[in-house]
Structure formats: structure tokens, C-alpha cells
């Protein structure tokens, strides 16, 4: 079935500096990936998608790369702020397995250091 | 417009009873779906259902059933509760067409319902 990696678990940067966190995707058919961003005690909040036919999107800080041939998808943040700490997940959609499901990754924990 | 609601907030049940949770999705989206998340991982699908009819099932035991209303609403049913069926319970709407999704939003997410087995 479908599975998605994310890495690294934890990240801690220093306030302003970028972050980047990546995630691999197994299968191939995969055509939907969105990112969350979780705070302590709330819902997932989703913060920026991209889909197959695209291979980079950019709302202000936050960047999505994706690379289809290499089957993975990176989630950039620059000029990092203390309210940007929380938890991330990476996810995939729309394989062959996954139809319309979103299969998450494990999270990356980010603490952003002032 | 309201949000994808989800009703109780918290619950605390004993092993053995049987639980219902309920969720209400984004006016106008037709598909929900069932999301379980234990605390530090992300979270696992257990259900999708699209004008009310279940369109996937996740690796979750027959314990676990769901089913949506007319209004689009669902229910979740859990029987037999494990002290590990301790989670928190999130319930997503989608603009769901029949070959994917519709809304540049993807998947909204309730603010879940936060179950303790004890």
C-alpha cells in the first residue's frame, strides 16, 4: 500500500533562518500532496498543497518543492518565526491504493529558537 | 459558514463500551472522512465515505463502522473499546468528485474528539 516518509523527526532552527523538511512517497500514482501544520492540542491545519502536473509552489514564506520522478516532496519555510513551532505532516493522495484517502507521514516536530 | 464540526470534544469510556462520534462537514462538501490520531504520530485513515456510500477503509478492525446521512453528516461507531483505541478522533470534509478532490483546499479537518479509554 501506500507510504509516505518524512524526515527528519525533529528540527530546531534558529529564529529567521530556513527550515526544510522532506518526504518520500511510494507510490507512483500519487497526484495530491498537501502539507499540515499541527499546534499542541488542535486540529491539522493545512497550510499549502501542490499537485502532480506542478513542480514548485510558493505562498510568502512557505515553499513546496516536488519531484515526480524521484518520487519526493519538500516543504520549505523561510525567515522562520517562534510561531511557526508545531508539528508537521507531509501527506499523499490520489494513488492507486490511496484513491482519495491522505496518507500521512510521522511528523517533524520544529522548534524555532529565538 | 461553519466549519467541519465534530461532536463530543471529549469523551472518557470504559473498556468493553461501544461509542459514537459525530461530524457535521463544510456546507456543500458531499465526502467525510474518519482520521484516527494517537498522541505523536500522525494521522491513520479509517473511513471515507462519499454521498453515502464508503469509498475506502482503512486497516482498522470490524470494531470500528461509519456511516453517512443524507445531510452528508457521519457517524463513527466504535464497539468492544481497547485501551488502545485512546486517540484523537478527526473527522475531514472534501469538495469530493468521483475521481478525486475538487477545492484547491483539499481536506478540511474538524477539531476532533479526544477519546480516553480507561
Known amino acids: 500500500g501506500e507510504n509516505v516518509e518524512q524526515h527528519p523527526s525533529t528540527l530546531s532552527v534558529q529564529e529567521g533562518d530556513s527550515a526544510v523538511i522532506k518526504c518520500t512517497y511510494s507510490?507512483?500514482?500519487?497526484?495530491?500532496f498537501p502539507w499540515y501544520k499541527q499546534e499542541l492540542g488542535k486540529r491539522p491545519q493545512l497550510i499549502i498543497d501542490?499537485?502532480?502536473?506542478?513542480g514548485e509552489k510558493k505562498d510568502q514564506r512557505i515553499a513546496v518543492t516536488l519531484n515526480k520522478t524521484a518520487k519526493h516532496f519538500s516543504l520549505h519555510i523561510t525567515e522562520t518565526q517562534p510561531e511557526d513551532s508545531a508539528v508537521y505532516f507531509c501527506?499523499?493522495?490520489?494513488?492507486?491504493?490511496?484513491?482519495?484517502?491522505?496518507?500521512f507521514g510521522s511528523g517533524t516536530r520544529l522548534s524555532i529558537r529565538p | 459558514d461553519a466549519g467541519v464540526t465534530q461532536s463530543p470534544t471529549h469523551l472518557i469510556k470504559t473498556r468493553g463500551q461501544q461509542v459514537t462520534l459525530r461530524c457535521s462537514p463544510i456546507?456543500?462538501?458531499?465526502?467525510v472522512s474518519w482520521y484516527q490520531q494517537v498522541l505523536g504520530q500522525g494521522p491513520q485513515f479509517i473511513f471515507q465515505?462519499?454521498?453515502?456510500?464508503?469509498?475506502g477503509r482503512g486497516n482498522f478492525p470490524d470494531r470500528f463502522s461509519a456511516r453517512q446521512f443524507p445531510n452528508y453528516s457521519s457517524e463513527l461507531n466504535v464497539n468492544a473499546l481497547l485501551l488502545g483505541d485512546s486517540a484523537l478522533y478527526l473527522c475531514?470534509?472534501?469538495?469530493?468528485?468521483?475521481?478525486?478532490?475538487?477545492?484547491?483546499?483539499?481536506?478540511?479537518f474538524g477539531s476532533g474528539t479526544r477519546l480516553t479509554v480507561v
Open positions: 501542490i499537485r502532480s502536473n506542478v
Open positions: 507510490d507512483s500514482a500519487s497526484n495530491y
Open positions: 456546507s456543500g462538501h458531499k465526502s
Open positions: 501527506a499523499a493522495s490520489g494513488g492507486y491504493s490511496s484513491a482519495s484517502k491522505i496518507i
Open positions: 475531514a470534509s472534501s469538495l469530493e468528485s468521483r475521481t478525486g478532490p475538487k477545492s484547491v483546499y483539499g481536506y478540511t
Open positions: 465515505y462519499y454521498e453515502k456510500e464508503e469509498r
